[in-house]
């Protein structure tokens, strides 16, 4: 796991401004000590699902100490989206193995969003179902080999974009409500919006960042205010 964070430290934290604070933690690790109505949230889960959700919480509050903020409670609302402290925007993801959250407290920040996957090829008989038109034909122009690691790379991308956009738009969306562009070399892509949500107009774009580590693709998503 040193290499992990290593990895995560090197590669994943210059997705996002230096505005915005990372910090990893093991899910399988003991579940760290959680603060006031969290409890409330692992009451009728699994213990693996408790490990991840503390590791979480675990690793929001060390990303709220590194902006020297004191560590506070981040609830879960009932559509169990993190409930972020007056004054912080964050976000939180996790695999089996890691856990990352990204906080910040800069007021220009109006949302973030994060996402880990394991870099696994996505099975091609759910392209359709995460990918446009347009997505899919970009998979086509690719390698054989390499179409299921980058439609997996899609859905991070989406995943990361779906968390920013909700923190303003309470909306849920579904996977081909955006239509990526994705740039390889530069680590980059944009999103154009197919359909009007609350605070972002159709066809609208709303651009992220991504690494492709040794086991993982992570996406980040910073919106301005």
């Keep these: 796991m040193i290499q992990q964070k290593f990895d995560f430290s090197e590669f994943a934290r210059p997705l996002f401004s230096d505005r915005v604070a990372m910090a990893w933690s093991d899910p399988r690790a003991p579940m760290p000590r959680l603060m006031g109505d969290e409890v409330l949230a692992i009451e009728q889960v699994t213990a693996a699902r408790a490990r991840e959700f503390g590791a979480g919480r675990g690793a929001a509050r060390a990303a709220m100490e590194m902006l020297g903020q004191v560590p506070r409670p981040v609830l879960q609302g009932e559509d169990r989206a993190p409930i972020w402290p007056v004054g912080l925007q964050g976000s939180i993801s996790h695999t089996g193995r890691d856990c990352l959250a990204v906080v910040t407290d800069a007021p220009e920040i109006r949302a973030l969003g994060l996402d ?21 034909q970009w998979l086509a122009s690719l390698g054989p080999s390499q179409r299921g690691h980058f439609a997996k790379l899609i859905f991070c991308a989406k995943e990361a974009v779906y968390k920013a956009q909700y923190q303003i738009s309470r909306t849920m969306l579904d996977f081909h409500a955006v239509t990526l562009i994705i740039d390889l070399r530069g680590g980059r892509f944009s999103a154009q919006l197919n359909t009007e949500i609350p605070g972002f107009a159709a066809g609208g774009i709303i651009a992220g960042r991504f690494a492709i580590l040794s086991t993982n693709f992570v996406a980040a998503v910073e919106l301005p205010a």
């Design 116 to 136: 880990l996957e394991p870099s696994i090829p996505l099975e091609s008989a759910l392209w359709p179902e995460i990918c446009t038109m347009e997505e899919m």
